[in-house]
């Protein structure tokens, strides 16, 4: 079945740097796109979505770009720091009644000081 | 604002013994799941209630596991008997409503290991 992919498992990068991680997706029906924030030990804490009528939307310090023709999704960290190591998650929800997410595999990011 | 609440935090059992975790929702959230994240993956939804009702339990494993919301509020989830495969994170989560992904809290998890 159509699922959520993420193309790397760990990204390591020193603190300051920019941080990017990259996320694929299959489900061209998907409306709705989240990245979550996992610490060791804790449950995903949400950071940033976008709906599939944008292809770009920024926060504090993180940007999401979506890309539908290629269906690829990014989540960008400025000036990273150690508390942003932690295991990041895209996740979906399909224009579908129930509306629950779908989660991918996951990206470990290790901030190096 | 007190977050979703969820016990025990971590259970050890054998292969063939049964196991129950317990979760309480944010106050006045409708909305409330089950997830199971194993150890490397994402969290993948077992069930999904709106108030005492089930939205979707399609890839829960009714043979083993079971889940009940009797009165709109606490949620339970039940694995009888366990498997090895078993072991991983169950996550409680809970919305408002059935909208928005920023309204939904994730619990910190119950862990469980299977031997």
């Known amino acids: 079945g159509e699922s959520v992919g993420l193309h790397l498992p760990t990204l390591s990068v020193q603190e300051g740097d920019n941080s990017i991680i990259n996320c694929a997706y299959s489900n061209s029906a998907s409306d709705y796109f989240i990245w979550y924030k996992q610490e060791s030990g804790k449950g995903p804490q949400f950071i940033i979505d976008i709906r599939s009528n944008m292809d770009k939307r920024q926060g504090q310090r993180v940007t999401v770009l979506l890309n539908k023709t290629v269906k690829h999704l990014s989540l960008q960290i400025a000036a990273t720091q150690p508390g942003d190591s932690a295991v990041y998650f895209c996740?979906?929800?399909?224009?579908?009644?129930?509306?629950?997410?779908?989660f991918g595999s996951g990206t470990r990011l290790q901030v190096q000081p | 604002e007190a977050g979703v609440a969820q016990s025990p935090r971590y259970k050890i059992i054998e292969k063939r013994q049964s196991v129950a975790f317990w979760c309480n929702p944010i106050s006045g959230h409708a909305t409330l799941y089950w997830y199971q994240q194993i150890l490397g993956q994402g969290p993948k939804l077992l069930i999904q209630?709106?108030?005492?009702?089930?939205?979707?339990d399609s890839q829960l494993p009714k043979d083993r596991f079971s889940a009940e919301r009797l009165k709109g509020v606490d949620s339970t989830l039940k694995i009888q008997p366990a498997k090895l495969e078993d072991s991983a994170v169950y996550l409680c989560?809970?919305?408002?409503?059935?909208?928005?992904?920023?309204?939904?809290?994730f619990g910190e998890g119950s862990w469980l290991t299977v031997v």
């Open positions: 989560a809970s919305s408002l409503n059935t909208g928005a992904a920023n309204t939904i809290y």
């Open positions: 996740a979906e929800i399909m224009d579908t009644g129930r509306r629950a997410l779908t």
């Open positions: 209630f709106q108030n005492n009702g089930v939205v979707d």
